[in-house]
């Protein structure tokens, strides 16, 4: 089941109180330092960050989390400790005491801790190299506009953003400003994920012919979290866990579908579910006639990745959690190693920076995904087939 489970949102007030953004911060014409990007060098290597006011050799990137909720300390922060190619040199965040703890914790030194107020400052900070964005997803936009115009790299927390349009914004401003940006998709680093994605792809078992997936978690407590409230989420259980069936639908094909069909469930708890949907089923139609079936719920556990092929078929469940992942294929049990998906996509990562590669999670593909969603969202409103560009 997916572990995003802990929905406790304490610090909302707190960071209220601290948010006091400026038009004039947003906006300041700060001095664009060049990125690391495009230096030379075998993954670990030394390179050299000649666009720095004092040049310096790196052999790890400095990240710095924004958001310190409950995947940046549950999750990151702890998978950063298991890095061997970028490490945890800052944090921004509107909590004072939360910047005390950390800076205790992490020995992190005071001048890379920034809050919201003058975060853009850390533009002049060499040794923060990537922007680890992990906000409610409605701020997913700003934030990493920011860190482009600051000059930084950009890892951006899934789903990219709540609109096609942000995420265009996002990949315009990284491009102008000459970074990279990439999106949290640990799955992609992760070996029974990327069995599937080879199953599916290279067809080991013949041509794929059906898909399902699902994922679901069951929020209860707090009924004020950011989750439930579509202006900072951009929608219910498809925008926060239902993302990662229809990543893996697309990654077992290979494609992005043609069309969609969906429909809302029951509102059965409506104190919890008045903005955001309770749960959603959607069919995705890929180039060819296959079908992924797939659901997505705030009211149930599932976490599951299913394909039939020809010759046979695999499935993983759970398929999406950060931990005890299991797979099996007709011929039996997977046998795949189990890793640190989120210290492997953060080392992918400063690697791609380090060399100049291309992220195999790049905007273009965050957005992809926030087309299909709100193609399902349009899909399950209107009770059309919905088609994709
Ligand atoms: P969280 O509620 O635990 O943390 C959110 C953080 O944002 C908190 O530190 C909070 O203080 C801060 N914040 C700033 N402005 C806020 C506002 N207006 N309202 C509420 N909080 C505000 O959430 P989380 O679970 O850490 O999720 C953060 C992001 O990470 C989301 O985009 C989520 O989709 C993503 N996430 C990804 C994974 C994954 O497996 N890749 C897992 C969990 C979360």
């Given at each position: 089941?997916?572990?995003?489970?802990?929905?406790?949102?304490?610090?909302?007030?707190?960071?209220?109180?601290?948010?006091?953004?400026?038009?004039?911060?947003?906006?300041?014409?700060?001095?664009?330092?060049a990125?690391?990007?495009?230096?030379?060098?075998k993954?670990?290597?030394?390179?050299?960050?000649?666009?720095?006011?004092?040049?310096?050799?790196?052999?790890?990137?400095?990240i710095?989390?924004?958001?310190?909720?409950?995947?940046?300390?549950g999750?990151?922060?702890?998978?950063?400790?298991?890095?061997?190619?970028?490490?945890?040199?800052?944090?921004?965040?509107?909590t004072?005491?939360?910047?005390?703890?950390?800076?205790?914790?992490?020995?992190?030194?005071?001048?890379?801790?920034?809050?919201?107020?003058?975060?853009?400052?850390?533009?002049?900070?060499?040794?923060?190299?990537?922007?680890?964005?992990?906000?409610?997803?409605?701020?997913?936009?700003?934030?990493?506009?920011?860190?482009?115009?600051?000059?930084?790299?950009?890892?951006?927390?899934?789903?990219?953003?709540?609109?096609?349009?942000?995420?265009?914004?996002?990949?315009?401003?990284?491009?102008?400003?000459?970074?990279?940006?990439?999106?949290?998709?640990?799955?992609?680093?992760?070996?029974?994920?990327?069995?599937?994605?080879?199953l599916?792809?290279?067809?080991?078992?013949?041509?794929?012919?059906?898909?399902?997936?699902a994922?679901?978690?069951?929020?209860?407590?707090?009924?004020?979290?950011?989750?439930?409230?579509?202006?900072?989420?951009?929608?219910?259980?498809?925008?926060?866990?239902?993302?990662?069936?229809?990543?893996?639908?697309c990654?077992?094909?290979?494609?992005?579908?043609?069309s969609?069909?969906?429909?809302?469930?029951?509102?059965?708890?409506?104190?919890?579910?008045?903005?955001?949907?309770?749960?959603?089923?959607?069919?995705?139609?890929?180039?060819?006639?296959?079908?992924?079936?797939?659901?997505?719920?705030?009211n149930?556990?599932?976490?599951?990745?299913?394909?039939?092929?020809?010759?046979?078929?695999?499935?993983?469940d759970?398929?999406?959690?950060?931990?005890?992942?299991?797979?099996?294929?007709?011929?039996?049990?997977?046998?795949?190693?189990?890793?640190n998906?989120?210290?492997?996509?953060?080392?992918?990562f400063?690697?791609?920076?380090?060399?100049?590669?291309?992220?195999?999670?790049?905007?273009?593909?965050?957005?992809?995904?926030?087309?299909?969603?709100?193609?399902?969202?349009?899909?399950?409103?209107?009770?059309n087939?919905?088609?994709?560009?």
């Amino acid at each position: 089941m997916e572990s995003e489970k802990s929905l406790t949102d304490k610090n909302r007030r707190n960071f209220l109180k601290g948010l006091s953004l400026t038009v004039g911060a947003l906006t300041l014409g700060l001095p664009h330092l060049a990125s690391a990007t495009g230096h030379t060098g075998k993954p670990g290597s030394r390179i050299l960050h000649d666009s720095y006011p004092n040049p310096q050799q790196k052999d790890k990137l400095g990240i710095a989390l924004v958001g310190l909720g409950q995947y940046s300390t549950g999750q990151l922060a702890p998978a950063l400790q298991q890095t061997d190619d970028c490490y945890l040199a800052g944090v921004v965040t509107g909590t004072p005491a939360k910047a005390e703890e950390w800076k205790r914790r992490y020995n992190i030194p005071d001048k890379n801790v920034y809050n919201y107020d003058n975060y853009d400052e850390i533009a002049s900070n060499p040794d923060i190299d990537i922007i680890y964005i992990v906000l409610p997803n409605s701020m997913h936009a700003e934030y990493t506009i920011r860190a482009a115009k600051a000059g930084k790299h950009v890892i951006c927390e899934k789903p990219m953003a709540t609109s096609v349009e942000d995420c265009q914004r996002m990949m315009d401003a990284c491009k102008q400003n000459n970074v990279k940006l990439s999106i949290g998709y640990r799955l992609h680093f992760e070996p029974h994920n990327k069995r599937v994605m080879e199953l599916g792809q290279q067809k080991e078992f013949g041509a794929v012919q059906r898909i399902e997936g699902a994922n679901s978690m069951v929020v209860d407590g707090d009924p004020d979290i950011w989750r439930l409230d579509k202006k900072l989420s951009g929608g219910g259980p498809l925008m926060d866990v239902g993302i990662y069936a229809v990543q893996g639908a697309c990654y077992t094909m290979g494609m992005k579908p043609d069309s969609v069909t969906a429909s809302f469930g029951k509102v059965t708890r409506p104190d919890y579910f008045d903005d955001v949907e309770q749960s959603i089923s959607w069919k995705m139609e890929f180039p060819g006639g296959v079908v992924a079936d797939c659901k997505s719920s705030y009211n149930e556990s599932a976490s599951r990745l299913y394909g039939k092929a020809k010759n046979g078929w695999w499935e993983l469940d759970p398929a999406y959690s950060y931990a005890g992942i299991k797979g099996k294929t007709h011929k039996g049990p997977m046998n795949l190693p189990h890793v640190n998906q989120q210290a492997r996509q953060m080392d992918d990562f400063a690697q791609c920076v380090k060399t100049g590669r291309e992220t195999p999670v790049p905007g273009e593909m965050g957005k992809r995904d926030v087309e299909i969603m709100m193609a399902i969202y349009e899909a399950a409103r209107t009770g059309n087939k919905v088609k994709l560009s």
